[in-house]
């Protein structure tokens, strides 16, 4: 496995080893990891977890839903190899849980270059 790092411009907001690839789907999943940069977004991931507020449950405040897709794709997040190549994302979302006891940060990335997922599995 290899390290993915997250950046908001130059700035690196975290990074994950996505170790749960399904390519057939063209997602890509993991523990994510906050850099020094993750407190610049750290807003926008957690309207998600007001809306959402037992992992994997339903939606209890769809405004806030709203409201977290529309930040998240404002804030233009990009995904990098562990070489530094930019790998072309439809989305990244960050699952941050962690404000609760035993909690933790997930990252799910969906990817829609054929050429990540050969050089991934290469």
Request: proline share 5%; aromatic share 8%.
């Amino acid at each position: 496995m290899s390290r993915h790092t997250v950046r908001l411009q130059n700035i690196v907001v975290g990074w994950s080893d996505l170790e749960d690839a399904e390519p057939e789907l063209g997602r890509a999943r993991g523990l994510f990891r906050p850099g020094v940069g993750y407190e610049l977004v750290e807003p926008v991931f957690r309207l998600y977890t007001e809306a959402i507020p037992e992992p994997g449950h339903a939606v209890t405040d769809s405004e806030k839903l709203d409201r977290y897709h529309r930040a998240r794709d404002e804030l233009a997040l990009s995904l990098e190899d562990d070489s530094g190549r930019v790998i072309p994302t439809s989305g990244i979302h960050i699952a941050d849980y962690s404000h609760r006891r035993g909690g933790h940060m997930e990252i799910e990335v969906l990817i829609a270059d054929r050429g990540y997922w050969g050089r991934r599995d290469g």
